[in-house]
């Protein structure tokens, strides 16, 4: 089979690689749709070469299984996402689907271990996520991180319908909030520096665009709220100047929830967290349970999810399709199969 290798510095090459063969409690997965991910692009920017195959955000059937599973359990030609994390499977946080934060460290599947830039992708049979019927491969992929990583946030700050919520940068995981916490039926505040991004969030439901490099968003969302600020905000872009907005953005007993990875912001911890009785947390990924639990609400809400795509490319075309996602002018991307 092939698969896509970062060689460091903005190169990548296509390899041969043996199809995969299971053992015991692993399936072996034929890859739909393999989503990118903004944080691919730090492994692909990196000095430093990888030796696995790329892509973290797996969807598609299942075509082979270890001996040890039983056909009901993992059919053939099961349509299926992949959690794309492992662990001990012993420690509190494993054990709550929380693989990610193991705590004798975590396999990521396209960083430690091999991913889904590839034809085929062999997993645990304990990663593997169901994928409803009426989702395409496509939104699966996006549910595998982006958008998942944008319902494990909402969830984590146990937002109310009829909310007033910030969402700073309305790229691919901001637009999923946007999208999500409309169906949710909360009242969105959408923040970014780029008009198409802006446009998008609109269509999505936004009620309020912001676009920051040309007005104050903080300002703005007091005028908005008498002064008072907004329940919840949710900033996903990781520039540590929209970390701040945010924080300073949000009410009297308000919570923010920071999800966009960056660099380190400094923050008046005395007027803009303690004086504000302010909820202040970070939010990484989503459990497995999360993730199906996203699926589901996609599902059911009938989300237009595959709309976040602009650009799909053949798994022969990855090295254009990370030239052109290295410019930040997409939304999202995906690999498909030729």
């Known amino acids: 089979m092939k698969g896509v290798v970062f060689k460091g510095n903005k190169?990548?090459?296509?390899?041969?690689?043996?199809?995969?063969?299971?053992?015991?409690?692993?399936?072996?997965?034929?890859?739909?749709?393999?989503g990118m991910c903004g944080s691919d692009l730090h492994t692909y920017r990196s000095e430093i070469p990888s030796i696995t195959i790329a892509g973290h955000e797996p969807c598609g059937v299942i075509v082979a299984r270890g001996n040890s599973i039983p056909n009901h359990i993992a059919p053939l030609g099961a349509r299926v996402m992949v959690h794309h994390y492992d662990g001990c499977r012993k420690c509190s946080n494993c054990l709550g689907g929380w693989t990610q934060l193991c705590d004798d460290g975590s396999t990521v599947f396209g960083r430690t271990d091999h991913g889904a830039h590839a034809h085929y992708m062999k997993v645990p049979l304990r990663t593997l996520v169901e994928l409803p019927d009426s989702l395409s491969f496509i939104e699966g992929a996006a549910i595998s991180c982006g958008t998942g990583t944008a319902y494990g946030a909402i969830k984590r700050i146990s937002m109310q319908a009829g909310s007033k919520v910030a969402v700073f940068g309305q790229g691919p995981v901001g637009l999923s909030v946007t999208m999500l916490g409309v169906a949710m039926g909360v009242e969105i505040i959408a923040i970014d520096i780029d008009a198409?991004?802006?446009k998008a969030a609109g269509k999505f439901g936004a009620t309020t665009l912001i676009n920051s490099s040309e007005e104050d968003p903080v300002l703005r969302i007091k005028e908005l709220t008498r002064g008072l600020g907004v329940d919840y905000a949710i900033e996903c872009s990781g520039n540590p100047i929209a970390s701040v907005a945010a924080v300073k953005s949000a009410k009297k007993w308000g919570t923010v929830c920071l999800v966009g990875i960056g660099k380190s912001a400094t923050f008046d911890i005395y007027n803009d967290i303690?004086?504000?009785?302010?909820?202040?947390?970070?939010?990484?990924t989503f459990s497995i349970s999360g993730?199906?639990?996203?699926?589901?609400?996609v599902a059911e809400k009938q989300l237009p999810i595959e709309e976040l795509f602009t650009n799909k490319f053949t798994l022969e075309e990855a090295e254009k399709a990370y030239n052109l996602?290295?410019?930040?002018?997409?939304?999202?991307?995906?690999?498909?199969p030729s």
């Open 291 to 297: 993730q199906s639990d996203c699926a589901k609400f």
């Open 196 to 198: 198409g991004r802006l």
């Open 11 to 34: 190169k990548l090459e296509i390899k041969s690689f043996p199809d995969p063969t299971p053992s015991d409690d692993e399936v072996v997965v034929e890859i739909k749709a393999s």
């Open 274 to 284: 303690i004086h504000k009785q302010l909820t202040l947390m970070g939010s990484w």
């Open 325 to 336: 996602f290295d410019t930040k002018a997409t939304g999202k991307m995906v690999l498909l």
